[in-house]
C-alpha cells in the first residue's frame, strides 16, 4: 500500500511543489495522478522513492517511512519511469539481469527473462538485441518487465506511456490490468486523460502542489472526467 | 550486490566503442614508445661504446702531460636502461665532460642541441603516453559516470531499488577502473615481455623492482584524473559540463601549472646565467694567473743564477718552485671557483626547488618527478655526474700537474709521453634504489593524496547528488 500523510515540498528557492498530499493506494487498485505540467505529481513520486527529503509529512510504503527506511521502504516498490533509457549496450536480457539482481532476484535463467518479455509482448528476436535499437514503446515495455520481475507490491509510474503510439499505449494499458488483478497497489501520475479513464479505479486532479480532486472510477465515468479536468486546469491557467 | 554493478559496469565499458578504440590506442602506443625507447636505448648504447674507445684512444695518443692537461679527455655518461621507459631529462643535457686543466667541468652538447628538431615536440616515450594520452582517456571514462546516468535515466531506475548510494558509487569506481587499467596493463606486459627479449638491454633485478614503482605510480597518476573525472561527474547534473570541466582542469595540471610554476620560480627566485658565472671564472683565472705570472717574475729576480755552475740547482729549484706556484695557482682558483660555483649551484637549487614545489601542484608534475627518481633519468642524476665530473677534475689536475712539473725538461724539445698506469679513473656510482624511493616518496605522496581528495570528493557529493 502507498501512503501520502500531509506530504509536502518546498524547494529552496521558495517554490511549493507539493502541498500538503494526503492520499492511499491501496493493493489491487490503480490510482491515477492527473495535472499539468508542474503541478506536482513527479515531486510526490519522487518524495516516495526518496529522491528528494519532504519539508514535511510522510511518504509511506508498506506502511513504513520512505524518510526513515529507504532501502527497507524501496524493496516493496518498483519504478517505471516516462522515458525507459536502460543501458544501450547490453540486449534486453542483460538490462533485465542487472536491475532483477538490484531487485533482489538473483537466480534467474535466460529463459525465465524469455519468458518475462514475452507477458509484455516483446517480440522474441528482440529478447537478445541491444536496448539502443530497441523503440520507444519497447523500451517501455521493458521497464514494466523490470518491474514485473521485482514483484514488488507497489508500482510507481511516471508518465508511462507519453510518446507511445496508440496500439503501444493499449497493450501497456493492458500489462497494467494484469499488475492490478494480481494485486499491486499502483500509482500512475499521467497527462493521458483518456488512457487514465480506461485503467484508473480512482483519479486524483493536481493543481498548483495540492490534490484538489478525486473522484472513483463510478464517479468519473458518471461525471464525465474530461470536463472536470478541463474545468481544473482553466481555473489553473485563469 | 557489489559484484553485480562491478560487473555490469565492466560489461557495459568493455562493449562500448571506446574501450575498442582505447584498448587499441593503448596497444599501438604502448608499444611504439617501447620500441622506440629500446631502439634509442641500443643505438645510445653503440654511441657510448664507440665514445669510450675514441677517448681512451685520444688520451693514449697525448704526446706530453702538459698536453694532456690542457686539452684533457672526455668522460662519456653510461646510457641509463630505463631510459627505454621514462626518457627524462637525457636528450636535453649532455652526454659527455670535458675533462682538463683548462676547461670548467660540464656537460657537452645535448641531442636537442645538436638536433633541435626533436626538442619541437618532446619524446614519445611510456610516460608521455600515461602523461597525455591515459590522463585524457581516464577523463574521457569517466566524466559521464554520474551525470551521464542521471541523464539516461538509468541512476533513477538502479536508485529505486534498495541499493545504498555507496555500494552503487563504489561498484561504479572499481568496475569503471579496472576496465580503464585493462586497455593499458595488457599492453604494457607486452611490453616487458618485449623489453626482455633484446640481449643489450639489460634488466637487473633492481631495475625490475624500479619498473614496478614506476609502473605503480603510472596507475596512481591516472587513477588521480580517473577519480577527479568521478568528482566532477558528481558535482555536474550534465555530463556536457562535467566534460568541460575536466578538459579545463587537465589543460590546467598537465600544461600550464608546470609551465607556470618554472617561469614563477624565475621571477621570484632569480639565476645568474651561465655566461655570467663563466665570465666570473675567466677573471679568477686571470687574476691566478697574474698572480703566478708576478711571483714567477719576482722569483727569477732573486734567483737568477750568476754563475753557469749554478745552472744545474737552479733548474732543480726551479721545477720545485713550478710545482709549488701550479698547485698555489690552482689550489687560489679551485678556492675561488668553488666559492662561485657553490653559490650558483645553491642559487640554482633554491630557483629548482622552488619551480618543482609550486608545480607539484600539478599531478603531471609528480609523475614526471616521481619517474625521473625512479629511472635515473632526471635532473638530480645529471647533477650528480656533473659534480662527480668536477671532483674528478680536480683529482685529475693535481694528478696532471704533478707529472708535467716532475717530467718538465728545460730547454730540452725532448718529450715525456705520459703513463696512464697510475692515472686516477673517473667513477660514477648511479643512485641506489632506497635514495630514489626516498626522493620519490613526496610524488608518490600527493597522488596518493590527491586520489584520496577525489574520490572522498566524489563519494560524499554522490551521497547528496540529486538523481532526479
Known amino acids: ?238 | 550486490m557489489l559484484r553485480d554493478i562491478i560487473f555490469k559496469e565492466l560489461l557495459d565499458t568493455i562493449s562500448s566503442l571506446k574501450f575498442v578504440f582505447t584498448f587499441l590506442l593503448c596497444t599501438v602506443l604502448v608499444l611504439l614508445a617501447v620500441f622506440t625507447g629500446i631502439n634509442n636505448y641500443r643505438a645510445e648504447l653503440r654511441e657510448y661504446h664507440a665514445s669510450v674507445a675514441l677517448n681512451r684512444s685520444n688520451l693514449e695518443s697525448q704526446p706530453n702531460y702538459m698536453t694532456l692537461a690542457g686539452y684533457g679527455f672526455t668522460v662519456t655518461k653510461t646510457p641509463q636502461v630505463l631510459s627505454t621507459i621514462v626518457t627524462g631529462v637525457q636528450n636535453a643535457v649532455g652526454k659527455s665532460a670535458k675533462v682538463s686543466t683548462n676547461i670548467d667541468p660540464g656537460l657537452g652538447d645535448s641531442k636537442y642541441s645538436s638536433s633541435p628538431a626533436f626538442a619541437i615536440f618532446g619524446e614519445l616515450d611510456l610516460t608521455f603516453i600515461v602523461r597525455i594520452v591515459l590522463s585524457l582517456l581516464a577523463i574521457l571514462f569517466t566524466f559521464d559516470a554520474i551525470s551521464g546516468e542521471k541523464e539516461q535515466g538509468t541512476l533513477k531506475l538502479a536508485l529505486a531499488n534498495s541499493l545504498p548510494r555507496d555500494r552503487l558509487i563504489l561498484g561504479k569506481a572499481i568496475g569503471s577502473f579496472i576496465s580503464l587499467i585493462l586497455p593499458l596493463v595488457i599492453p604494457l606486459i607486452i611490453a616487458l615481455l618485449i623489453l626482455t627479449i633484446y640481449p643489450d638491454v639489460n634488466l637487473l633485478r633492481e631495475d625490475w623492482l624500479r619498473i614496478g614503482l614506476i609502473f605503480l605510480m603510472f596507475i596512481l597518476y591516472i587513477s588521480v584524473f580517473f577519480t577527479l573525472g568521478l568528482f566532477v561527474s558528481a558535482r555536474t547534473l550534465r555530463s556536457s559540463t562535467s566534460l568541460l570541466v575536466l578538459l579545463m582542469v587537465w589543460v590546467t595540471f598537465v600544461t600550464i601549472i608546470p609551465k607556470a610554476a618554472v617561469i614563477t620560480a624565475g621571477v621570484i627566485s632569480p639565476v645568474p646565467s651561465a655566461q655570467e658565472i663563466a665570465a666570473q671564472k675567466d677573471a679568477v683565472k686571470q687574476e691566478a694567473y697574474m698572480g703566478y705570472q708576478q711571483s714567477l717574475n719576482e722569483w727569477m729576480e732573486q734567483n737568477r743564477p750568476k754563475t753557469p755552475e749554478e745552472g744545474k740547482a737552479f733548474q732543480e729549484k726551479f721545477k720545485e718552485f713550478l710545482e709549488q706556484s701550479q698547485k698555489e695557482m690552482l689550489a687560489y682558483q679551485e678556492e675561488k671557483n668553488a666559492t662561485i660555483e657553490t653559490g650558483y649551484q645553491a642559487r640554482k637549487k633554491k630557483q629548482e626547488g622552488l619551480a618543482f614545489n609550486i608545480s607539484r601542484l600539478s599531478p603531471a608534475s609528480s609523475l614526471m618527478f616521481g619517474a625521473m627518481s625512479l629511472s635515473r633519468t632526471g635532473i638530480n642524476e645529471n647533477d650528480r655526474f656533473v659534480q662527480s665530473i668536477r671532483s674528478y677534475t680536480s683529482v685529475f689536475a693535481s694528478w696532471v700537474n704533478v707529472k708535467m712539473m716532475r717530467n718538465l725538461k728545460l730547454g730540452s724539445v725532448e718529450q715525456v709521453k705520459p703513463d696512464l698506469s697510475d692515472m686516477p679513473q673517473h667513477e660514477f656510482k648511479p643512485e641506489n634504489l632506497k635514495s630514489s624511493l626516498v626522493r620519490a616518496i613526496p610524488d608518490f605522496t600527493i597522488l596518493s593524496l590527491l586520489i584520496i581528495l577525489f574520490f572522498t570528493g566524489a563519494f560524499v557529493s554522490f551521497l547528496k547528488y540529486d538523481v532526479r
Open chain 1, 1 to 238: 500500500m502507498l501512503q501520502a500523510t500531509d506530504l509536502t515540498k518546498r524547494y529552496e528557492d521558495g517554490l511549493l511543489a507539493l502541498d500538503h498530499l494526503n492520499l492511499e493506494v491501496e493493493e489491487g487498485e490503480i490510482f491515477c495522478l492527473l495535472g499539468a505540467n508542474g503541478a506536482g505529481k513527479t515531486t510526490a513520486i519522487n518524495l516516495f522513492l526518496n529522491f528528494i527529503d519532504p519539508t514535511s509529512g510522510t511518504p509511506l510504503i508498506n506502511g513504513i517511512d520512505v524518510t526513515k527506511d529507504p532501502l527497507e521502504a524501496k524493496k516493496y516498490v518498483s519504478y517505471v519511469s516516462e522515458n525507459v533509457m536502460l543501458y544501450g549496450n547490453f540486449t534486453a536480457r542483460q538490462n533485465l539481469d542487472f536491475f532483477a539482481k538490484l531487485g533482489g532476484k538473483k537466480s534467474l535463467t535466460k529463459e525465465d527473462y524469455h519468458m518475462y518479455m514475452r507477458k509484455v509482448s516483446l517480440p522474441e528476436n528482440s529478447f537478445e538485441m541491444r536496448v539502443k535499437n530497441y523503440s520507444k514503446g519497447m523500451r517501455q515495455k521493458l521497464g514494466i518487465t523490470i518491474a514485473i520481475i521485482k514483484d514488488a507490491q507497489n508500482i510507481l509510474l511516471d508518465e508511462p506511456t507519453s510518446g507511445l503510439d496508440p496500439k503501444a499505449a493499449a497493450e501497456f494499458i493492458k500489462i497494467l490490468a494484469g499488475l492490478r488483478n494480481q494485486g499491486k497497489a499502483i500509482l500512475m501520475c499521467t497527462h493521458d486523460i483518456f488512457r487514465a479513464k480506461e485503467i484508473a479505479d480512482r483519479v486524483g486532479i493536481m493543481k498548483e502542489g495540492r490534490l484538489v480532486m478525486v473522484r472513483t472510477r463510478e464517479e468519473f465515468l458518471e461525471d464525465n472526467l474530461e470536463r472536470i479536468y478541463l474545468e481544473y486546469m482553466q481555473e489553473a491557467v485563469a
